[in-house]
């Protein structure tokens, strides 16, 4: 059986320009190689989409825009490091070319890589071959291929599933590496470094075609001349351990072992991703399916059987449909599995059970199982750098430099150092705590539970602030959870500067996505072990008015939750025309606050004081009380954000008996009490005449 790699190329609807782009670029060499060799201070919009390939984004620094001059154009390299693993001399060289050649600072991504900011295309060719020849590697990190294969950043000697899990994230990652020449050709002028030799059974089952999973006679087996339809990404983890985001991914990898240790094979999951646009219904955030478990000697060929089908029949034609999630969407499942089994030659075997998944970050000091240590370092927002008393990046170098230590980049941004000796760790300690970087303990949850992708001013596709706003977005939602009375309340925190959802934050319980300046759509529900996603709560918020709209919510959560119960799960619980309702609710009551300083406690020695928001349930008012209201109906015509715009709602004041009256009438009549003071009001004052 033989399969074109690209059959929606002959198909009815014109495939994108990128198809053709990487038709004509001779397996990624152009127009790179012959742009990089011109003395311009950027590349050509078409070779900026084969750049990417090579690891590479091409971007300006929009600070330093002035309108007549050109742009500040810099590169952004990212490392491709399966499982988040970095070598002592790659650190190193990573930190030196950040100082030569970048912005004096490193980041850590979501997906377990590095990238380093502010390369001028003068400069990328010695960056990227500065990172070659470390052990370090850019290619895959971007383009249409496998991105960087993530695993548990867990490196537990005494726990062999954890072992599997990283093995298997390089294998993987291996199998589906670009085999194209261009990369050593263009950066390293022919010369190929390699860290080690690749392991024989990767190398065969590269090769193996069996039932049209190949490409025969290309240089790139398993991609063919136009590589994916888009980015493809893939994680391998152990039962129970959610830190990997498994349900964002493409292709999740769950390993089973049996009772001795010993791998018996993987459940799969597939059809995950969390890309969209803002106004475009049809792109959306999709959580994985279950598609079925392999014995461990099957498991190559099962990736390469989900690839090729996505290969196959991804869309080529609009790159807003091109990831797999809408394949399968639009297929359903059945299909898929079906396609899937087609190229596997064989049916999937049946899931096998699962515990529930958590999320773990693997921070603080731990025992990894042989004796030895590692420990897991909070980076605020993945930026490793030094700012006044605060330096990482001058930590981070003192301990790779004096103890050689490996390191492992996390999926939350943060960095964990290990094969630590036990009479290390007291050195280890001094030097973090002499170089400003706070004890897990110190961190405030909120922080530690966030991430935020770079947006501005380097993203061309920001169009609101991330990395540089959400610290203090998060200190104002601190001051308001220690304002309502739940000081010690955090919950999964994720913003971005654009829907492309870099960051995850449709996995989040509070998604901060950027819709403008200053202005962000609002994401609530998600579960805190990420196996859910959270929906969209409000359109557009100005940040200026985050307090309006979270207070009265902070407020419910306090009155209303169950017993432990998240954040996430509570509004996903209530939902959200109830969250709606009480805030409408709470800002047409006229009360703030600072009235909440008693709680009542009978009716009959109520004080105007004493009236709290508390004492207004999510029933007292509801959607169709409000929807009269010329000012507020104007909010509720189908609008994501429903709630009345804060500064034009007219307020009444009332009497406090009037109020117990009203409360003790809807008690009794089960009626809103907004309801009931419409009654009132049609009973006495006569109609408006229009």
């Given at each position: 059986?033989?399969?074109?790699?690209?059959?929606?190329?002959?198909?009815?609807?014109?495939?994108?320009?990128?198809?053709?782009?990487?038709?004509?670029?001779?397996?990624?060499?152009?127009?790179?190689?012959?742009?990089?060799?011109?003395?311009?201070?950027?590349?050509?919009?078409?070779?900026?989409?084969?750049?990417?390939?090579?690891?590479?984004?091409?971007?300006?620094?929009?600070?330093?825009?002035?309108?007549?001059?050109?742009?500040?154009?810099?590169?952004?390299?990212?490392?491709?490091?399966?499982?988040?693993?970095?070598?002592?001399?790659?650190?190193?060289?990573?930190?030196?070319?950040?100082?030569?050649?970048?912005?004096?600072?490193?980041?850590?991504?979501?997906?377990?890589?590095?990238?380093?900011?502010?390369?001028?295309?003068?400069?990328?060719?010695?960056?990227?071959?500065?990172?070659?020849?470390?052990?370090?590697?850019?290619?895959?990190?971007?383009?249409?291929?496998?991105?960087?294969?993530?695993?548990?950043?867990?490196?537990?000697?005494?726990?062999?599933?954890?072992?599997?899990?990283?093995?298997?994230?390089?294998?993987?990652?291996?199998?589906?590496?670009?085999?194209?020449?261009?990369?050593?050709?263009?950066?390293?002028?022919?010369?190929?470094?390699?860290?080690?030799?690749?392991?024989?059974?990767?190398?065969?089952?590269?090769?193996?075609?069996?039932?049209?999973?190949?490409?025969?006679?290309?240089?790139?087996?398993?991609?063919?001349?136009?590589?994916?339809?888009?980015?493809?990404?893939?994680?391998?983890?152990?039962?129970?351990?959610?830190?990997?985001?498994?349900?964002?991914?493409?292709?999740?990898?769950?390993?089973?072992?049996?009772?001795?240790?010993?791998?018996?094979?993987?459940?799969?999951?597939?059809?995950?991703?969390?890309?969209?646009?803002?106004?475009?219904?049809?792109?959306?955030?999709?959580?994985?399916?279950?598609?079925?478990?392999?014995?461990?000697?099957?498991?190559?060929?099962?990736?390469?059987?989900?690839?090729?089908?996505?290969?196959?029949?991804?869309?080529?034609?609009?790159?807003?449909?091109?990831?797999?999630?809408?394949?399968?969407?639009?297929?359903?499942?059945?299909?898929?599995?079906?396609?899937?089994?087609?190229?596997?030659?064989?049916?999937?075997?049946?899931?096998?059970?699962?515990?529930?998944?958590?999320?773990?970050?693997?921070?603080?000091?731990?025992?990894?199982?042989?004796?030895?240590?590692?420990?897991?370092?909070?980076?605020?927002?993945?930026?490793?750098?030094?700012?006044?008393?605060?330096?990482?990046?001058?930590?981070?170098?003192?301990?790779?430099?004096?103890?050689?230590?490996?390191?492992?980049?996390?999926?939350?941004?943060?960095?964990?150092?290990?094969?630590?000796?036990?009479?290390?760790?007291?050195?280890?300690?001094?030097?973090?705590?002499?170089?400003?970087?706070?004890?897990?303990?110190?961190?405030?949850?909120?922080?530690?539970?966030?991430?935020?992708?770079?947006?501005?001013?380097?993203?061309?596709?920001?169009?609101?602030?991330?990395?540089?706003?959400?610290?203090?977005?998060?200190?104002?939602?601190?001051?308001?959870?220690?304002?309502?009375?739940l000081p010690d309340e955090h919950?999964?925190?994720?913003?971005?500067g654009c829907p492309n959802g870099?960051?995850?934050?449709?996995?989040?319980?509070?998604?901060?996505?950027?819709?403008?300046?200053?202005?962000?759509?609002?994401?609530l529900g998600a579960a805190p072990?990420?196996?859910?996603?959270?929906?969209?709560?409000?359109?557009?918020?100005?940040?200026?008015?985050?307090?309006?709209?979270?207070?009265?919510?902070?407020?419910?959560?306090?009155?209303?939750?169950?017993?432990?119960?998240?954040?996430?799960?509570?509004?996903?619980?209530?939902?959200?025309?109830?969250?709606?309702?009480?805030?409408?609710?709470?800002?047409?009551?006229?009360?703030?606050?600072?009235?909440?300083?008693?709680?009542?406690?009978?009716?009959?020695?109520?004080?105007?004081?004493?009236?709290?928001?508390?004492?207004?349930?999510?029933?007292?008012?509801?959607?169709?009380?409000?929807?009269?209201?010329?000012?507020?109906?104007?909010?509720?015509?189908?609008?994501?954000?429903?709630?009345?715009?804060?500064?034009?709602?007219?307020?009444?004041?009332?009497?406090?008996?009037?109020?117990?009256?009203?409360?003790?009438?809807?008690?009794?009549?089960?009626?809103?009490?907004?309801?009931?003071?419409?009654?009132?009001?049609?009973?006495?004052?006569?109609?408006?005449?229009?």
């Amino acid at each position: 059986m033989v399969i074109s790699s690209t059959p929606n190329l002959a198909a009815t609807r014109k495939p994108s320009k990128v198809e053709g782009l990487k038709d004509h670029s001779d397996f990624l060499r152009e127009p790179v190689a012959s742009e990089l060799l011109q003395d311009t201070t950027h590349f050509s919009e078409d070779a900026i989409q084969i750049l990417k390939f090579h690891g590479s984004y091409q971007q300006d620094n929009r600070d330093n825009r002035v309108k007549g001059q050109e742009k500040d154009y810099q590169m952004m390299l990212r490392t491709r490091s399966p499982g988040g693993f970095i070598p002592p001399q790659l650190y190193l060289a990573l930190d030196d070319i950040a100082n030569e050649y970048g912005n004096q600072t490193l980041r850590a991504t979501t997906r377990q890589g590095f990238q380093l900011h502010g390369i001028l295309k003068k400069n990328l060719k010695a960056a990227i071959a500065g990172m070659v020849r470390n052990l370090g590697n850019t290619l895959g990190a971007c383009g249409d291929v496998n991105r960087n294969v993530m695993a548990p950043p867990a490196p537990f000697k005494n726990r062999p599933e954890y072992q599997f899990a990283y093995e298997y994230s390089h294998k993987i990652a291996d199998l589906l590496t670009p085999q194209t020449g261009a990369y050593y050709e263009i950066w390293l002028d022919g010369e190929k470094f390699l860290s080690a030799e690749e392991n024989p059974e990767v190398v065969a089952a590269r090769q193996k075609n069996g039932h049209g999973t190949i490409v025969p006679n290309s240089p790139e087996p398993i991609y063919g001349t136009h590589y994916l339809p888009r980015k493809f990404k893939i994680s391998v983890t152990v039962p129970g351990d959610n830190s990997v985001d498994l349900y964002s991914q493409d292709i999740s990898l769950v390993v089973i072992t049996n009772a001795q240790g010993e791998l018996e094979g993987f459940n799969i999951f597939a059809g995950g991703g969390l890309g969209r646009t803002h106004n475009k219904e049809e792109t959306f955030p999709r959580l994985a399916d279950e598609i079925g478990y392999v014995a461990k000697d099957e498991v190559y060929d099962a990736v390469k059987a989900i690839v090729a089908t996505q290969r196959d029949y991804g869309d080529r034609s609009d790159r807003r449909h091109a990831r797999m999630k809408y394949l399968i969407e639009d297929w359903g499942v059945e299909k898929f599995r079906a396609k899937v089994e087609e190229y596997l030659g064989k049916k999937f075997e049946p899931f096998r059970p699962l515990p529930k998944f958590e999320y773990l970050d693997f921070l603080g000091w731990h025992e990894q199982g042989d004796g030895k240590l590692f420990v897991g370092i909070s980076v605020e927002n993945g930026r490793v750098k030094n700012e006044g008393s605060f330096q990482l990046k001058t930590a981070l170098r003192e301990i790779v430099e004096t103890y050689n230590l490996p390191m492992l980049v996390t999926p939350s941004q943060n960095l964990l150092f290990y094969e630590i000796d036990p009479d290390q760790k007291d050195e280890i300690q001094a030097i973090l705590t002499r170089c400003g970087i706070p004890s897990i303990a110190a961190i405030d949850p909120l922080v530690r539970y966030s991430m935020a992708c770079p947006a501005l001013p380097t993203c061309g596709l920001a169009t609101a602030e991330s990395e540089r706003v959400i610290p203090s977005i998060l200190a104002r939602l601190r001051s308001l959870l220690e304002k309502v009375g739940l000081p010690d309340e955090h919950f999964i925190t994720r913003m971005t500067g654009c829907p492309n959802g870099c960051a995850r934050p449709y996995l989040a319980e509070l998604g901060f996505v950027g819709n403008g300046p200053d202005t962000y759509q609002i994401w609530l529900g998600a579960a805190p072990n990420q196996t859910r996603l959270s929906k969209p709560y409000i359109e557009k918020l100005h940040i200026d008015n985050l307090e309006t709209e979270f207070e009265p919510i902070f407020v419910l959560l306090k009155k209303s939750r169950n017993p432990q119960e998240s954040f996430g799960d509570f509004c996903d619980r209530l939902g959200f025309d109830a969250l709606r309702e009480f805030v409408s609710t709470y800002q047409l009551s006229g009360f703030t606050m600072e009235d909440t300083s008693q709680k009542t406690t009978a009716t009959e020695d109520i004080t105007t004081e004493d009236i709290t928001t508390e004492d207004i349930t999510t029933e007292d008012i509801t959607t169709e009380d409000l929807s009269d209201d010329p000012v507020i109906a104007e909010e509720m015509s189908g609008k994501v954000n429903a709630a009345p715009k804060r500064n034009r709602i007219p307020r009444v004041s009332i009497q406090r008996d009037v109020y117990v009256r009203l409360q003790q009438a809807s008690v009794q009549q089960g009626k809103p009490i907004t309801q009931l003071v419409a009654d009132a009001l049609d009973a006495y004052l006569p109609p408006v005449e229009s």
